[in-house]
């Protein structure tokens, strides 16, 4: 993958989601005057910005400047705003000044997109860390049932606390340590089931409609794997969860190529790439995932365009291609977004895969970092603005509109997923497109008996249901499925 650009730093790391290093800051020179009610207040001297590594920032350095009385007088609010908070709120946060100061920048950026936003000293390191999401539980992901309230374990993780005690998907939680969730919101109840190592958590659930003796499970630090991978009879299958550990385009190949092997004499037939509810990561590792399948020089994969519609980075493929044209399905729904939306519609516009499932999130546009500590030494947050919109090949872009499968699965319900198009304050599409222009060809119905209980394991979604999708993939690459019929659409009529 060859990557161009007309404005790009050695530092500048842009992600799809906001991880990463970019841009510049504010600073302020402490020599300047103060400034008097009566006058505008003088530019300070500029700065000259230092980076992490030491060496002087190439870009130019931004300082605080006040044109008029007005704009010092709303700069000035914000130190007004947190001492009348402090002398006079009764709420023992007031006397946090760092807490007031984050919610004071956060607040200003939130009025931008809803993905700008203040970032943690410790949010910061873990994004930068580029090492695997570890999270201290019981390695188990969870949602909430809308008929009943309570909590169906949705997958186990490999290894885990939750697997050693002998939970399994499917499987419904009603209390925890004696607490029901049945009106707890699923944040609070999964703060119940998570806690420091070493300690136990009690869950009482039911398998299958009958009631289990109640489990003791031992909280452990779990390390969030980024690619899961099997063989579905000749088809192998990767999953992808996150774009945000360094390597990840060289655990896909390695993925697939480890699938090849184990396969023996009988050869692999079809992949599969399941970006089903990854939610992004990195725009780079985007490109290079996609570059793995394409081999089409001179094109871009995506680019970045800035302020005016500007290119500013651009993302080209480069030949290769590790599966070597043989048939491949991305999986895709509501939940995939950013960096899994370009690699889904990257591929969908070189004609190199078959999307199946429902349409994406809907994120086209791009965060970049601004680390706090680069310009104020000893500061280890920082903030994520949005920066630039990004392209696909064809040039579409799927802010707002995401991306239309080619094989549209019926009776998915995803009644729960937001959509970008329904957050408040979002950005508006560059194209002025309102819906996908690219619609499904074909639709799939999976049959009413096909259960996961005859089909297998794999094919366990959720509490009861079937894997529809996977299903209806394997039906495309295999052709033998009973279960499954792709119809395709009707041409609209003229």
Known sequence: MRLTSKNLSALFLTTAIGMGLGGCATTNDNNADAPKPSEPVKTPVQATPVSPEGNPDPRPGY????????????????????????????????????????????????????????????????????????????????????????????????????????VYAGDIISHVNGQSVKDLPIDKAVGLIRGEKGTTVTLTFERDGKAQPPLKIVRDVVVVKAVDAKLLDDVAYVRLSTFMEGDVHTQVADAFKKLEEKSGSKPVNGYILDLRYNGGGRLDMAAEITDLFVGQQNRPIVDMRGANGVVTHEWAAVPGDILNGKKLVVLINGGSASA??????????????????????????????????????????????????????????????????????????????????????????????????????????????????????????????????LLCAMKHLKGTSGNATITPVAAPKP
């Not at 969908?348 to 310009?375: C, E, H, M, W």
């Open 63 to 166: 300082v605080v400047r006040f044109n008029d009385r007005e704009e010092f007088e709303r700069f000035s609010m914000i130190g007004l705003t947190r001492a009348l908070i402090q002398d006079n709120s009764v709420m023992p946060q007031a006397q946090d000044r760092d807490k007031l100061m984050q919610g004071a920048i956060d607040g200003m950026l939130k009025t931008l997109t809803p993905h700008d936003a203040y970032i943690t000293a410790e949010d910061m390191n873990d994004r930068m860390s580029g090492k695997p999401e570890t999270l201290t539980g019981i390695g188990a992901t969870l949602e909430k049932m809308d008929d009943t309230g309570l909590i169906v374990v949705q997958g186990v993780l490999d290894g885990g606390p939750a697997q050693k005690a002998g």
């Open 340 to 469: 899994s939306e370009i690699v889904a519609g990257a591929l969908q516009d070189f004609n190199r895969a078959t999307l199946i499932g429902t349409p994406s999130f809907g994120k086209g546009s791009v965060q970049s970092v601004f680390p706090f500590g680069r310009y104020i030494p000893g500061r280890e947050d920082g903030m994520k603005v949005t920066s630039a919109l990004y392209h696909l090949p064809t040039g579409r872009s799927i802010q707002n509109v995401g991306i239309t499968p080619d094989i549209l699965v019926n009776g998915v319900d995803e009644k729960n997923i937001e959509h970008e198009r329904d957050l408040g304050n979002n950005v508006d599409n560059p194209n002025g497109d309102t819906v996908q222009k690219r619609t499904e060809t074909h639709t799939c119905t999976v049959k009413d008996d096909a259960t996961w209980k005859k089909l297998g394991r794999d094919y366990r979604w959720g509490r009861d249901d079937v894997d529809r999708a």
